[in-house]
């Protein structure tokens, strides 16, 4: 069964600074999305990555996708309060339905003036 | 071009009654899937559907749960009998033809409370 893995679910941080998001995944599988959550609100997607050494970057934020690890990552650079959200990564069962997601338990990001 | 709509934004139920929720996928969107969210969750897969036809309803609780995606109208996803379990936001996503890179638009969900 796959299972996919976030950590922290939890991140305070202070504007300006950097970090990054894990995302673990059990099994194999043939892509991964991000997407942000605003309280209240619909998901949006951010990325979807495909293949082995994928790397897309939008504004502040960065993923990256290692399939051999089975691992994710969304890298904040000089966070803003503007990415206060909740982050989902989701990963797409090998062979499964493409619309069958498998979602990460979310990482709460929040972000300090 | 509207997005994904779902109606009702919030529903609220007592215990024993029938809901249903209702999603117009994107224009031009032929598939659609059903998650549900528990509070502080991620999002679980419920069903998949292409018009008139259920592609794959593996996350579906056997029971008192059904979906349908008419050829006119929106997708339905009904629940009988609700229990108090069954209080979540119910998202709705679409896609354009199910194709592998394609990305998912998801709805603003519908909150269900079941009093």
């Known amino acids: 069964e796959l299972k996919v893995e976030q950590n922290p679910l939890f991140l305070s941080m202070q504007e300006g600074k950097n970090y990054t998001i894990y995302c673990n995944y059990s099994?194999?599988?043939?892509?991964l999305y991000w997407y942000r959550q605003d309280p209240g609100k619909s998901l949006e997607s951010l990325f979807v990555?495909?293949?082995?050494?994928a790397v897309k970057q939008e504004g502040r934020l960065m993923a990256s996708l290692d399939t051999k690890a089975r691992l994710s990552t969304l890298h904040i650079t000089a966070a803003v309060h503007d990415l206060s959200a909740t982050y989902f990564c989701?990963?797409?069962?090998?062979?499964?339905?493409?619309?069958?997601?498998?979602f990460g338990q979310g990482t709460t990001l929040q972000v300090k003036p | 071009n509207a997005g994904v709509m779902q109606n009702p934004r919030h529903l609220v139920r007592r215990r024993g009654q029938e809901a249903r929720l209702r999603c117009s996928p994107m224009?031009?969107?032929?598939?659609v899937y059903w998650y549900r969210q528990l509070p502080e969750e991620g999002l679980k897969f419920m069903v998949y559907?292409?018009?008139?036809?259920?592609?794959?309803e593996s996350g579906m609780p056997k029971e008192r749960f059904s979906a349908e995606f008419p050829k006119e109208g929106p997708s339905i996803l009904r629940i009988q009998q609700v229990v108090r379990g069954d209080s979540a936001a119910y998202f709705c996503?679409?896609?354009?033809?199910?194709?592998?890179?394609?990305?998912?638009?998801f709805g603003s969900g519908t909150q269900l409370s079941v009093l």
């Open positions: 996503a679409s896609s354009p033809s199910g194709g592998f890179n394609e990305k998912l638009f």
């Open positions: 099994t194999t599988s043939d892509r």
């Open positions: 990555l495909l293949s082995n050494g």
């Open positions: 989701a990963v797409g069962p090998e062979g499964g339905n493409t619309g069958k997601l498998i």
């Open positions: 224009k031009g969107h032929s598939h």
């Open positions: 559907l292409q018009k008139e036809n259920i592609i794959d």
